[in-house]
């Protein structure tokens, strides 16, 4: 998803900054300390980026958690393109990343992880992909940023930043390891014809 | 990607893109409860072979059925091809019905092509309005000229037992002459960047092979300590009867895979075969059934492959 | 017919330009400034080159037996479109033409529809199946009277048959026609054997199934002291072996289609049969070689091997299509692009290849004439300047399997007469 994002990360001058690079490490330890209070030691708690920012940012998720908790968390990554309900509005996309953690997802429970929550159409696609790959106790969403605009009933239970925005405009979340800058800018104009609606 | 006919059609970085899409969907089936994907709920995919090919119908089946896709299949028995309707009418008659896909095994060189043009035909109007059908045509294999997806499964096979294909020398051994995969395989290994080595019979090399992305050697044991992969083609019973090589037994001699031959491949190296096999002829059941052999990664590769295949061409917007 | 055409402002052979007079068919006056007298019909010639009615020793009128594709009077439309005053019809319908009674039949066709003499070829062997020689004296002797023979379509395999054949020829004062083709070497052959068919999977016709048979051929002609004429020369080869043969004196002449002069396999990756012909589109250099060869004269002719073919046996696989191509409407301007553009042919040649030689071949005392007083009028009269688009289903014939379809060709056949009658006019029969 979101490869229009990649091609100018460092962002052009229109971009406004949503939050800067200390703002996106801060709000990354600040939803850490809310799924340990959530998942209360629950040691068997699997974080599920949804690729490729999602899978990113449950990476580091994982990792805070482990340095304010000591509790390692699994970490995977399940790619929704195959479930998703818009496959045939733009031509064929390639595949992502999925990996399931060793034991499965039954009867655990799953934070599932992804940038930007907009319509929920990707989380909904996500559910389906992880509903295959087993029956998961609960399922609890993180999201960087909820910028509205939702066309399904998704909510977030983790949400880094809620920014009100017009349908016109782009959340770039940039992140180092995918963008070698952390950062989350707006940016003026549509959506790039045919990249999913978050 | 509208059809996918030869593997000339295919540029490194689309067949790389079919590969990879392929160890993705692998890897998104691997331990689920439920093989099945939603992605081509509501496509239809109609197998269409016009030889008997258990392997390539059912692999393309079983494709389209994880995807969702309600697969059909026709044979030339038993159906309106018996009673001699053509080719055209039957590839018309399955667009008209809404087939998205056609997957076609026909014992003629270019028939995949020539339904093609059919259905490209059929998707204009008088007018050169769209007349809503966007059928594609999936070449599984036709007459002595191609079998694609035989050749996406050997290099997805290949790319995971050595790493990569770029770099890596693969000999084809035996009856290159008659051979759809011999075909497919030295162009699409040539495109991926192998080295890619004919062994054969003189009278079973197509004439111009000079001009092909591949050396001729005309020695097996010369090859072998060298090799990165050795695909054994099959040889037909009926090529003996051409004149194209004395015997069974003198082939066996020449070019057949035996232990002592297989023992100078390097350690790593690969052993394929696009099955079915004449064991004792090209190749000895222990050479099949050793370590090296990747006979049947090839086949549970296939069925992933061909999903990739069916998913570049039917879950996008129609182009 | 026993009227007078003034045909004005013409350039016999390219020359200065000349009126000519026709009275009974035939030639009366050839001069300029003529007047037309009265009650004579005129046809303006516009400046354009007056050459004698082609001939072609080579179509398939398909008639009796294959009406879906083309009969005697849409071949013949055809042909006079195309600058045709006489055509060979070729044995292979249903019934094949060999016996007296189908060579009659054709011949009486041909008359009745009036556009072109229509000259059937009798069969070299019953039914075309190189094992028992037809009656050749009868179809000689009936009113037909059959000229030339051949198999075409098959080759005479047997050498025992051939010479057998070429032997009992040598009474009739007529010609043996060779399709040469060792069916031996080309069993299921799809395509010219070399780099594109073999890449297409497509089975190889060798070059050298030709290049033998005329090689034997033109040995067994020699012993024989018969004629033999060989069809669709279609390799560098076999060219090199009509020139030995010729240079020691062997009665053999040739034929070129103008799809060999100008066609190549490389048209074949769409595997679109209407490129599927017998004997195949070969190479370029091939194609170079039919050209020079013809210029030199070692290919005495073109012709057209015209073979029409209704579409539900064209628009299929190519290994079930029928081998065969349109010819009569594009040859001359085939002719025009690969010969007379490039400098190879000037138009006393074209005269040579396409009207005089395969008159003489064709033992037809009244075609391939001068333009002279006292000839027959029999007359292609052409613009090689204009330049026309090939549309297959604008064609005379019934079917519509051209290979230049959406060309555009150098060179129009403006008018045909025949023996003094205007047998096409702009494009259109006249009937």
Known sequence: MANDRRGDAHGAPADRELLSAADVTRTIARIAHQIIEKTAGDERAVL???????????????AAVGEFSGTTLEVGSVDATLHRDDLRRRPARALEDTEVP????????????????????????????????????????AV??????????????????????????????????????????????PTPEGAPAS | MKHLLSVTDLDAATATGLLDTADRLKQALLGREVRKLPTLRGRTVVTMFYENSTRTRVSFEIAGKWMSADTVNVSASGSSVSKGESLRDTSLTLSAMGADCVVVRHPASGS??????????????????STGTHTSIVNAGDGTHEHPTQALLDAATLRDRLGAIAGRRVAIVGDVLHSRVARSNVFLLATLGAEVVVVAPPTLLPVGIAQWPCRVSPSLDAELPALDAVMMLRVQAERMHGSFFPSSREYAVSYGLS?????????????????????GMEIVPAVADGPASAVLAQVSNGVHVRMAVLYHLLAGAPE | MNTELLITDVRPYGGDAVDVLVRDGVVAELGAGLDAPEGASTLDGGGHVLLPGFVDLHVHL???????????????????????????????????????????????????????????????????????????????????????????????????????????????????AQHAEDHRLTGGAQAHEGVVASRLGLAGWPATAEETIV??????????????????????????????AKAAGVRVSAEVTPHHLLLTDGRLTSYDPVNKVNPPLRTAADTRAMRAALAEGVIDVVATDHAPHAAQYKDTEWQAARPGMLGLQTAFSVV??????????????????????????????DQGRPIAVGEPATFALVDPEAQWTVRGAALASRASNTPYEGMRLPGVVVATVLRGTITARDGKVQT
């Open chain 1, 102 to 141: 060793e034991g499965g997802l039954d009867d655990r429970l799953v934070v599932l992880v992804d940038d930007v929550l907009m319509s929920g159409r990707t989380v909904r696609a996500a559910l389906d992909a992880l509903a295959d790959h087993g029956r998961p106790r609960a399922v609890q969403l």
């Open chain 2, 112 to 129: 995949a092509h020539r339904m093609a043009a059919w259905a490209d035909r059929a998707a204009v109007g008088g007018g050169g309005e």
């Open chain 1, 144 to 189: 960087l940023v909820d910028r509205g605009h939702r066309e399904l009933p998704i909510r977030a239970d983790y949400v880094g930043k809620n920014v009100p925005t017009a349908r016109d405009e782009q959340i770039l979340v940039l992140l180092t390891e995918t963008d070698d800058v952390d950062g989350v800018r707006l940016r003026r104009g």
């Open chain 1, 48 to 62: 599920i980026g949804i690729p490729t920012r999602g899978a990113v940012l449950a990476r580091r998720l994982a």
């Open chain 3, 215 to 244: 090689a034997r051929d033109c040995a067994l002609v020699r012993e024989a002291g018969a004629a033999l004429h060989v069809c669709h020369i279609s390799s560098a080869r076999t060219v090199e072996v009509l020139r030995a």
């Open chain 3, 62 to 176: 398909r008639e009796p037996g294959g009406e879906e594709s083309e009969d005697i009077a849409t071949g013949s439309a055809a042909a006079a479109l195309g600058g045709f005053t006489a055509v060979f019809a070729m044995p292979n319908t249903d019934p094949v033409a060999d016996t007296a009674v189908v060579v009659e039949h054709v011949r009486r066709r041909g008359e009745e529809v009036g556009l072109v003499d229509v000259h059937p070829v009798g069969a070299v062997t019953v039914g075309l199946e190189g094992a028992k020689m037809a009656e050749l004296g009868t179809m000689a002797g009936s009113r037909a009277q059959v000229r030339m023979f051949s198999d075409d379509g098959r080759c005479v395999n047997d050498p025992l048959i051939m010479r057998r054949a070429l032997e009992y020829a040598s009474a009739l004062d007529v010609v043996i």
């Open chain 3, 336 to 365: 025009v692009h690969t010969m007379v553009e490039p400098g190879l042919l000037d138009w006393r040649g074209v005269a040579r290849v396409l009207s005089e030689r395969p008159a003489e071949i064709g033992r037809l005392p």
């Open chain 2, 259 to 279: 232990q002592a031959r297989a023992a100078l491949l390097p350690d790593h190296a690969v052993v394929l075969h696009p099955g079915p096999m004449v064991r």
